[in-house]
Nanobody, 114 residues
Framework: VQLQASGGGWAQAGGSLTLSCAVS????????MGWSRQTPGKQRELVAT???????TYGDFAKGRFTIAGDGARNTVTLQMNTLKPEDTAVYYC?????????WGKGTQVTVSS
């Protein structure tokens, strides 16, 4: 199973970025997909998740600014990030739970300049 993330990069404060993640190498559909992020010296923190049933969870910092959307049939998930702040700078990791196992992507860098 592989998780391929794309869409990271650079944005100015107040700008937007969209992250995408696709799962391949499995015939299972995800139970849950989402994103976490990590900055040096800090623990990885939840950004947002979505279940196959459409239930979403957001980290407090993401509420009102970030939106997660998923396609269960295609095993893909996107994260629309708006009103970005310099403190959103981090490596963002895609995660997926399939067949009771959790998988992680390699991470994509998001840098927000002030």
């Amino acid at each position: 199973v592989q998780l391929q993330a794309s869409g990271g990069g650079w944005a100015q404060a107040g700008g937007s970025l969209t992250l995408s993640c696709a799962v391949s190498g499995t015939h299972f559909n995800y139970d849950l997909m989402g994103w976490s992020r990590q900055t040096p010296g800090k623990q990885r923190e939840l950004v947002a998740t979505m279940t196959s049933g459409g239930l979403t969870t957001y980290g407090d910092f993401a509420k009102g600014r970030f939106t997660i959307a998923g396609d269960g049939a295609r095993n893909t998930v996107t994260l629309q990030m708006n009103t970005l702040k310099p403190e959103d700078t981090a490596v963002y990791y895609c995660t997926a739970r399939l067949d009771s196992r959790t998988y992680w992507g390699k991470g994509t860098q998001v840098t927000v300049s002030s």
